[in-house]
Structure formats: C-alpha cells, structure tokens
C-alpha cells in the first residue's frame, strides 16, 4: 500500500514539474543510465542544471557570484565514486523524491506558482535538512543565503529562460496549467517532425533511388491502403528482398504525381496529396530513461499524425524492433497503443519486417495481427534482379563515375544468386555491383593493391635482412646462405615493383587517353556541327586501336580498370567468399561440358558411372528437365570405398565453385519418425520451433547446392517421404510454412546395399579403368545387367515412387589399376604437401605404388583402405625420418631441400602380399 502511495505521489510530483524540468530530469535520468547507475540523485540533477546560465538556476548562481563552472568538478567528483554496472531503468532516489515535494510545498506555498520551476528546487535544496550537507557541491551552493534568495527571487529570474512575458506585461511562469508526466510539444507537429523522416521529401530532393520490378507489390500496398477501415498492410519477406524499397517507390510515386494533372496521376484519389513518413524507432527510444516515457513519445506521435491537416502514412520499418521495445521490464507493451488507433483506421501505418520476427511477435498476438494485412514478397529470380540492376545502373554509374557494361550487370545478378550465401537477391547483387564499381572507381584515381603488396613485401624483406645483419654485427651467429638467399629474393621483389609501377604508368596513360576519346566521340555525335575537322569514322578507329592497346598491356590482371565488366565483378566474389578467381569465372556451359573429364581426374575406376551421371546432368542444365523438379536425383550404389561420397564432393567443387556447397546429411542420424524435424524445423508448439532446419535453411541460403544423402538406406520411411516430395514437386516448405525452392539442387543419395561376389560382377580390370575406352565397349551393357541385378536389393530399401524419380548409378569394386592410380594420386599430393610446408622432396618407388594398392585390395574398403596402408605403414615411418634429419627445429632457410625416397620390400618368410616401407634420404650422389 505504501508502495502504491509512493508511485502515485511521484507521478503527481512529475506532474507540477515546469517544461524545462522535466527536461532536466529526463536528462539526469539518461545521463544515470549512461553511467550504469542504478539511482537519479540529487547531484544528477544539479548537474544538468548547472549546463545552462539563462535558467532561474544560473541567473540564481551569478546573482550570488557563484561559478556555475566551479561546480561541474565538485559534482563530477560524487557522481564519479558512485558504483556502476546497472543495466536496467534508473529509479529516483528517496532524497531526489524528498526535495521534489519540498520543492513543490515552496513553489505552492512560499511562492505562488502553479510549477515547480528550477528557482523553487534551489530554494529547497538550501533549506533542507534530508540532503547531505556534507557532499562539497552542496556544501559549495549552500554558501548562497536562503533569506536574501527568497527576497529577491522574483527580480533575479524576471529574466530568466522560464519566464515567459504575459498579456498584461507582467511576468508569470510558463504554463498555468498543470503538465502532464512529460513536456507537452510548444509547436503543433513537435514530436513529428523529431521522431520521423519524410518520405516524400527525399523522393523529392532525389535522394531515394528508383525501384523497379515490385510493381505487383505495389499495387497490393496501394489496394489495402485504400481502405476504409484496417487499412494497414505489413510487408513481409527475408530481410534483402525489398521491403524497404517498395515504401520508397510508393513514395517515389506520390512525388511524382504531385506534378501531374488529375487525369494522369498513377495513385487513387485517396492517396492525392499525402505524406509518407518513416517512424525513426531508434530516436524514439534514444534518452527514454525513465518508465513510460517511450510510450509517451509514441503516443505523442501518433496524435500529431491524426491532428495534421495533410493526411499522413506512417512507415515503420523493422517493426517487430517497435512492438518489441514497450516489452523490457518495467515498459508496457507499444503494441497496446497501436491497436486501437489501427483498428479504428484514425493512422494509416505500413509496417515491414522479416518473416521470423513476424513470427515471433505479430503472429502470437492475434489482436495485433489482425490490424495488420500481409504483403509477402518473395525473393526475385535471377533474371528480375538483372532488370532490377539495369534500372539501377545509370545511378552507380553517376555516382562513381564509371561505365558498367551490361554483361557486368548480368554477371553480378548469377554470381550473386549462385556463390554469396546468407544473404538475398536484390540486396546481395546491388552490393556486390556498387562494390564493383567502386574497386574501378578507385583504380582510376589510386595506387594498385598488387603494386602496394609488393612494397609492403620488400619492407617487411627489407626488415628481416637488418635484423640478420646487426646481428653479425653484434657478433652473434647468422645463416650466411639464409643472409645470401634473402639479398637474392629482394633484389628480385625490387624488379617486380619496377615493373609493376612502369606497367601502372602505362596503363594509366592509355585508359585517360580513352576517356578522352570517348569524350570526343560523344561531342561528335551530339552536336556534329561543332567540331567539323573530326571524323567520326576516324574517332572510331582510334579507340578501337586504344583498346586493343590496353588490352594487350593489362593482360590477365589489370592495374587500372576503365568499366565495370565481368572479371572485375567475378574478383569481387572471389575475396568475398574466398572461392578461386578461376572457378568463380568458368563458364557454366563449359563447366557441365567438362564435367565428365574433371570427375575423371579425381574419380579413378568408375567411368561407366561418370557417364550415367555426367549424361543426366546435361540433360538437366539444357532445360530438358521437368520444370517443377530438382536439377539431378542419383542413388549412387555399390560397395563401401569406391568413390560414391567423394564424386558428391567433386561435382559440388566443379560445378558450384566450391565443397562449401555441399550439404551432407548422415541418413543414420534420422532413422526416428521425429527425426524429420531436424531437417525442416519444429513445429508449432514444440521445443525449437523458429530455429529452422537443418535442410531448409540450408537451401534457403544456399539455393545453388549438392544435397549428400549418405546411407540413404538407413533413413526412417517418413524421412524419405519428406524427400519423395522435394524430388516430385522440386520443393519443401519447412515447418513455419515458407516455401523452399530445391530446383537448383543436385540430389545424391548413397547405399551400400549392394552385396554381390565380385567374382560375379562385369569385370573391372580391364577398359574400365583406363580414359581412352574402346568404341565398342561392353560398358553399357554390363551396366544394365547389374542394375537389373541389384534392383531388388534396392526395392527391398527404398519405395518404388521414390526410386522412380532418381536416377540409379550403379558403382563396381576397385581393380587394382584403379587402385594404383589412386595410390599415384595420394602419393603425389603427399609429395606437393612435403614440398610446401618441409622443404623436402619426396621420390617413391613403383613398388610401393604396387604395394599399397594390393594392400588395400587385400583390405576389401577400397580407397578408404589407400589411406589406412598410407596412414599405418608409410606415414609414421616417412614423419620419423623428416624429424630425425632435422631434429625439432624444421628450418626453411637451406638453398638446397632435401630428397627422401621410400622404398618397400617383402618381409622375410612373410606372405606374398605383405611389404615393409623404408624411408632413406638421397645424397648427391645418388641422385
């Protein structure tokens, strides 16, 4: 009970404060949450109250020959001993709500003043006795006479910034009435025009830039806000898709309209003349410190909208930030204000967020959602972000001053879509055209980053060779060779910075040279009459020359740009997402035609199975594939180490640029009916709802994948199902009900089902191994007569819709020449690694190649069993040899790098099959 007292007295307190007070005591409770304290004290105030000479507090001060400035340190020297830490709202403390009331009894009583003026808080801190009078701020202020002040109060603040003049010439303090908790706006539109943004405005001045391809959205925005009653639509979509935008465009489109005639305008008569203003949700909560005063702001708001003689749209952007900031502790709801305003139709409000905030906030509150009518904008297509680009071009250009070539503007909408992840189209292409042209832009007006890289190399070079010789200098012992190598290595740098800076030069030359003849040529054909001596014929070959020139000079790796074009897009994804400039530049086409080639260079002893996959893949990128269906679906099956999971690998490297692109997905871990919820997400009402899953998200970010399926056979049926479905209609929704598109992914699911003898397979020992197969090879044929022969199996382990719809790969044990070859692979990767990271050179025998591969053979894994013999047998012995020469100090300063050779043999009285790996190093001699 008392506590219900104390709140209801402090708020009528708050209530006789004067407009300037309460604006110090909102300052003083901002200035206390930016502390991290906990309480707004007495010297909280006084210190804001200090800030200002022309209030009744430093007229008071200068009246009595205080310095306002000599107390700023004194209070700073409290304030600063008080703990800090606190993260919530800062409460008043009792002998701030103590000198309040007195504050109130003098301004009543002793005065008689309907406020509480800054005048009466001074009169009241000198005569209390509950402030401490010990603190030297208060001990410093208190040596002005309470009696004197009292007699000459009203001459000493007549002038002060909280006196207003009267009618009658006297003067009275401002406002006769009581105030409300907080200031009341002094002009019509205050809070408006601090808490929003106009819309319209910036659309004028040509500060929002144009939008294309949202016309449909638009126009449902339009349709809804022509309502009569809950005229409010909430465009929702993944944040980048646009929300934003088309706001803008609405904008954009009243602007517009303003200079045309009625009978031209594009907007219904409803939306003439009105104004589009963005609710700033930051501002309105910046220096809120204390309880209910960004509801007030709000509120406040929202009656300047409804008290506007020009009607007014309010645009809050992020909206789930506004119905989620009333709901701290100790805030109420600002969702509850909205409501009635919105249901009544009294503000007509567009609001924008993302589909999960959605979620979270606006769908658990049926109320609120029902003011609200969902404007859902999906993610544009690859071809609708190019048209989108192409609107947008002639800005960037402007801005940048640089020309983008429409190839460029289609190679930033496909790299974007297909290797910038986490992110969506149009936002993801725009950033990445714009950051294109920038890199241009800064080319032509600064030093190249390969030519500042080198110079940092020759300084940090520079460096380490100083270092050597002081220290020979000082009589310690230095690598003599590392000393000679490294004089050697920076008079080489030194000649690739001269060269780099002469080939800058030139190429600077040639590109101003271009520009002015394109400046030419644009004078020529714009106005022919004015330079009659030139010929455009002449000015055309000239820059055909010009260009041929900086062609040849700039070579693969251009100084200095001069447009925007594919490779200088392409660069910016490579650094971006650290995919090789190489592969971010190989062009698709190609790519699916050298498909079969590249997976033969990693995938050794399966060519019939590339042909089956690398066939349907084709097929699949030409357009001669359903629409509605994923781009591929293949069920890989054959034994355990032939290659199935490492062609999923190869084909996402190959084809999407990177194995980043992979999603492998272990069927083992699903084999529960609730298991599904991991790939799609939880559904309402159970633990993880929101947090999506594992497949969804994962496509939804990355649209452009290979989807691993490993153990297929092991999945629980309802998981299959769940994938049935996605092979059928090319597409899943996840559990929050959002559609995933799946049309661009790949699909590899894998067995092991296969069992047979491999005495009863086709034989794999012979063409099968090899590149060059004869024209009459029996491949086809023996892959037909083992897929009839393992079809069963598979019957046995999958559904027959579902095996319907993939694409069955049938793989066969490894022959010992396919293991030989991979063996030669591994070994020659060990070798590249030894060189690289030990400077030594690695040799090995053809027996050990032999070795190992009957080895694995005899292991029955296949590869997997290269890696077990290369980890058991040769590895250890190969380490304990590098370390023995060099000890525990591997150094990479020797001119000359060691030779290793392995080498095997059999053992003793041992099987034929079994070997022992020797490592030795080779001298001079024996090379």
């Not at 002009?187 to 808490?195: D, M, N, T």
């Not at 030990?838 to 025998?845: A, K």
């Amino acid at each position: 009970m008392v506590a219900a007292m104390l709140r209801v007295d402090l708020k009528r307190l708050l209530e006789r404060l004067n407009p300037y007070c309460i604006d110090v005591v909102q300052a003083a409770a901002a200035g206390t949450a930016a502390r991290g304290q906990c309480e707004v004290r007495v010297e909280h105030v006084l210190q804001v109250l200090a800030d200002d000479a022309q209030t009744d507090f430093g007229l008071i001060l200068a009246g009595f020959g205080l310095d306002r400035r000599e107390l700023g340190p004194l209070l700073e020297q409290v304030l600063s001993a008080l703990p800090g830490g606190s993260t919530g709202r800062p409460v008043m403390s009792p002998l701030l709500i103590d000198l309040l009331q007195e504050s109130w009894l003098v301004a009543s009583i002793e005065l008689g003043e309907p406020t509480i003026r800054s005048g009466s808080l001074l009169l009241a801190l000198l005569g209390s006795q509950s402030v401490d009078g010990s603190s030297p701020a208060v001990e410093y202020l208190r040596r002005i006479s309470r009696e004197q002040l009292a007699e000459r109060f009203a001459d000493i603040v007549s002038l002060s910034a909280e006196t207003e003049p009267a009618e009658c010439g006297q003067t009275t303090p401002v406002q006769a009435t009581a105030p409300k908790a907080f200031s009341e706006p002094r002009v019509s539109g205050e809070y408006l025009r601090r808490f929003t943004v106009n819309l319209c405005d910036k659309a004028r001045e040509g500060v929002i830039d144009p939008v294309f391809g949202r016309e449909d959205e638009l126009r449902r925005l339009i349709d809804i806000l022509a309502r009569r009653r809950k005229n409010n639509p909430i465009l929702v979509g993944d944040a980048g898709v646009g929300k934003t935008a088309v706001v803008e465009g609405l904008a954009l489109r009243i602007a517009e309209d303003e200079a045309l005639s009625p009978a031209e305008r594009r907007l219904p008569a409803m939306l003439w003349d009105v104004t589009l203003v963005l609710l700033d949700v930051g501002l309105l909560e910046a220096g809120a410190g204390l309880k209910g005063e960004f509801e007030d702001r709000l509120q406040r708001v929202l009656a300047d909208i409804q008290a506007s003689p020009t009607p007014i749209i309010l645009f809050i952007d992020e909206a789930h930030t506004l119905i989620g900031a009333g709901g701290r502790p100790g805030g109420s709801d600002a969702a509850n204000l909205l409501k009635p305003v919105l249901a009544r139709g009294e503000v007509r409000t567009i609001a924008a967020t993302t589909w999960r905030e959605y979620k979270r906030y606006f769908e658990r509150d049926a109320a609120l959602s029902r003011r609200f009518q969902p404007v859902v904008l999906d993610e544009p297509s690859v071809l609708a972000t190019a048209q989108i680009l192409r609107g947008l071009k002639s800005r960037y250009e402007n801005d940048h001053g640089v020309t983008i070539r429409e190839d460029a503007v289609d190679a930033a909408a496909q790299l974007a879509a297909r290797y910038i992840t986490g992110r969506f189209l149009p936002d993801k292409a725009v950033d990445l055209l714009d950051t294109a042209a920038a890199r241009v832009r800064l080319s032509l007006t600064g030093r190249p980053d390969a030519l500042d890289r080198k110079e940092r190399d020759i300084e940090d070079l520079r460096r380490e060779i100083e270092g050597l010789m002081r220290d020979r200098q000082g009589g310690l012992p230095v690598d003599e060779d590392a000393l000679r190598a490294a004089w050697g290595r920076l008079d080489v740098m030194k000649q690739e910075a001269r060269t780099l800076r002469d080939r800058w030069r030139r190429e600077k030359l040639l590109v101003d040279r271009l520009f002015t003849l394109r400046a030419v040529m644009a004078r020529v054909t714009q106005a022919p009459g004015l330079l009659r001596d030139i010929k455009p014929d002449d000015v055309r070959a000239e820059l055909a020359e010009c260009l041929d020139e900086l062609e040849h000079a700039q070579g693969e790796a251009p100084l200095v740009r001069h447009e925007v074009d594919p490779d200088a897009v392409a660069r910016v994804v490579s650094q971006w997402t650290g995919i090789p400039l190489g592969k971010v530049r190989r062009d698709e086409a190609a790519s699916v035609l050298g498909l079969k080639y590249a997976l033969r260079e990693r995938i050794r002893g399966q060519d019939p199975a590339l042909e089956t996959l690398t066939r349907a893949i084709r097929a699949s990128k030409s357009g001669l594939k359903e629409p509605d269906a994923p781009l591929g679906v293949f069920l890989l099956a054959g034994p355990s180490g032939v290659g199935k999971t490492e062609t999923a690998r190869a084909v996402s490297d190959i084809l999407f640029g990177e194995e980043a692109s992979l999603l492998a997905l272990s069927m083992s871990e699903y084999q529960e009916r609730h298991s599904i919820s991991r790939l799609i997400g939880s559904p309402p009402g159970y633990v993880g709802f929101g947090e999506g899953g594992v497949l969804t998200d994962a496509l939804r970010r990355r649209p452009y994948s290979v989807v691993l399926l490993d153990e297929a056979e092991k999945a629980h049926p309802e998981v299959l199902s769940l994938f049935h479905q996605i092979f059928d209609k090319g597409g899943v929704s996840d559990a929050e009900g959002r559609a995933v598109d799946c049309r661009h992914s790949l699909f590899f699911l894998t067995t092991t089902v296969q069992e047979t003898p491999e005495q009863d397979l086709p034989d794999n020992s012979g063409d099968y191994a090899g590149h060059n197969q004869p024209a009459a090879s029996p491949h086809q044929a023996d892959r037909r007569e083992l897929l009839e022969r393992i079809r069963p199996q598979l019957a046995e382990c999958f559904p027959p819709g579902l095996l319907a719809r993939t694409t069955i790969v049938p793989f066969l044990p490894l022959s010992l020449e396919a293991l030989e070859e991979i063996v030669s692979l591994k070994l020659t990767r060990l070798a590249i690694q030894a060189e690289e990271g030990r400077r030594m050179l690695l040799e090995f025998s053809p027996d050990v190649v032999h070795a190992v591969a009957r080895m694995a053979e005899d292991s029955g894994s296949g590869a997997r069993g290269v890696d077990n013999v290369l980890r058991v047998e040769v590895l250890p012995r190969l380490a304990e040899a590098i370390l023995r020469r060099s000890g525990t100090e591997i150094r990479d300063t020797d001119v000359r790098p060691a030779v290793l050779r392995v080498e095997c043999e059999h053992e003793d009285g041992a099987a034929s099959r079994c070997w022992r790996f020797l490592v030795r190093e080779l001298t001079p001699g024996d090379e």
